[in-house]
């Protein structure tokens, strides 16, 4: 029964770090299912793309290693924005630079009628978010992870990146910021 104990708060740690970056990444599944019943005859280009957005969250884990709480407390402008590019896709407007040129040349008049009826339950759905998000951070048991532990996770983040973007620029004949700005939240961060 003595052992039980630390594996159960290790098993907790990792299940709320699965559910914030679930919570990250959920933005980048709603797409994929756009993309899948919108674009797309196959799955594995959805799933990729999911794959890059974490991949891209993970990237900047060797900055953070000493408090990697810091790190998911900072992530939490994403959860914020979240519910709206999630909103978005509900229109069919990818996370990207798309939504946020919409949402520098609309007026209040427009987003009042785009949002008619939805805005109570989208204020909810973001306090939500964040709640659950906070929620998960502060069970996380841990502030700091190994330094090899997290050189490997932003070297084979890395690489795993400048791999898609090889592939997206001689494979599939992208430009290279046309491949920043499909990836989500490279390319919310284009559109600013």
């Known amino acids: 029964m003595i052992n039980d104990k630390p594996f159960s708060k290790r098993y907790a740690s990792f299940a709320a770090l699965i559910v914030a970056g679930i919570l990250l990444l959920l933005p980048a599944i709603s797409n994929m299912f756009l993309d899948y019943k919108t674009n797309s005859p196959s799955i594995t280009d959805p799933v990729l793309r999911v794959i890059i957005s974490a991949v891209l969250f993970l990237m900047p884990v060797i900055f953070f290693y000493r408090n990697i709480k810091l790190y998911l407390m900072l992530l939490s402008v994403w959860i914020i924005l979240s519910p709206l590019f999630i909103f978005g896709i509900i229109y069919y407007i990818r996370p990207n630079f798309e939504l946020i040129a919409i949402i520098f040349q609309t007026n209040t008049v427009e987003i009042k009628e785009a949002t008619k009826g939805y805005l ?14 906070f929620l998960a951070i502060k069970n996380v048991n841990f502030k700091r992870i190994p330094l090899q532990a997290a050189l490997i ?25 046309d491949i920043l700005e499909d990836s989500y939240p490279l390319g919310v961060v284009s559109g600013l």
């Open 153 to 177: 996770i932003s070297t084979v983040s890395i690489l795993v990146f400048s791999g898609y973007v090889i592939k997206r620029k001689y494979m599939d004949y992208y430009k290279p910021l």
């Open 120 to 133: 109570s339950i989208f204020f909810l759905v973001t306090i939500g978010y964040l709640l659950i998000y």
